[in-house]
């Protein structure tokens, strides 16, 4: 019996040690779990309050542009995106220089923007896809003018999504020209004003695509990291000089460039029209030097900062892929 009883009393010893420990360990994973939770919890209020300060409070703020300088110089200005930003700005009491390749459109815009809004223009027919030897040219034109603002917006994507062997040679190309040196040698001939008068404001087109590898859009996605991080990097060398770059990183907005899809052609509270995006990207001025520019594509952009990058390159794959019509090689 006294065997019995020993066993009995080791046996609730160890069930009694094994339970502290297991209490033990409950307390830790429910404090490892209310770490996670309040570092969550911290994080998402962290971004709804810089969410309302860039996109809800800013729009009850104004900026006044045009401390920057007399003259806004914005490439592709004839159309979507582009010509919104022209006509906001002009709305705002600047002098618009419009850089396209359309001589009609160039001029239809000018005139309308010096009727609707009275302001003087320049225009200047230049084909970014051409390279380098257009921009002595540029750098001429723009003598003489003091230029505050220069919005670097002209962008190209594919026709469609497709495979990279599948884009013709020249989009390519066109892809590094207009995406990429454009924006790089329209800051460099720009900005040398902009220091010397210790203002100006510069902003340059990126996009949401620049966050992960975009499949089906490779060269598009991978221009605009090049314009994000060239703007992150400028603005920190040239701040100290009054230089602001704002580096805009939107998702779809409703323009020419997306007409390959319908629903993204249509806008909606998800993808708005160019008009809607520049009123709102406007606002975000002196409150965030790097933002989508419009609320909704906010929301989008922190559901994609939670993603993990297969779960990124197979929504995009297939999204792509019901709106690509372009010839596949057999083997797909």
Known sequence: DKLKMAAVDQGLFLLQEVIGRFKRVESILAFIGLFYVGKTATAVSSRLIEGIRVFVLSQFRW?????????????????????????????RGLNIILISRDMEKLRATAQELEFDFRVRTHTIQA???????????????????????LINNAGVMYDSPSLFLNVPEKK?????????????????????????????????????SSFYPLPLMAVYSASKVFVDWFSMALDYEYR??????????????ST???????????????????????????QTIGSSKRTTGFWTHGLQYWTYEHMPQWAWNLTSWYMFKTIDNTPRPKSE
């Open 63 to 91: 900026h006044d542009l045009t401390r920057y300088g007399q003259w806004a110089v914005v490439t592709g200005g004839t159309d979507g995106i582009g010509k919104q930003y022209a006509r906001q700005l002009a709305k």
């Open 256 to 282: 020419k460039l997306v007409r390959f899809s319908n629903f993204l052609s249509t806008p909606s509270i998800v993808v708005p029209d160019a008009e809607t995006f520049v009123k709102s990207s406007l």
């Open 127 to 149: 084909d970014l896809s051409e390279g380098r030897h257009i921009y002595p040219e540029i750098a001429k034109q723009l003598e003489g003018k003091e230029i505050g603002i």
């Open 240 to 253: 100290d000089k009054g230089i602001i770059v704002q580096s805009l990183i939107p998702s779809y907005i």
């Open 172 to 208: 390519l190309i066109e892809s590094v020209n207009i995406n990429m040196m454009a924006v790089m040698m329209m800051t460099y001939i720009v900005m040398p004003q902009m220091v010397e008068r210790r203002r100006g404001l510069i902003i340059n087109m990126s996009s949401i």
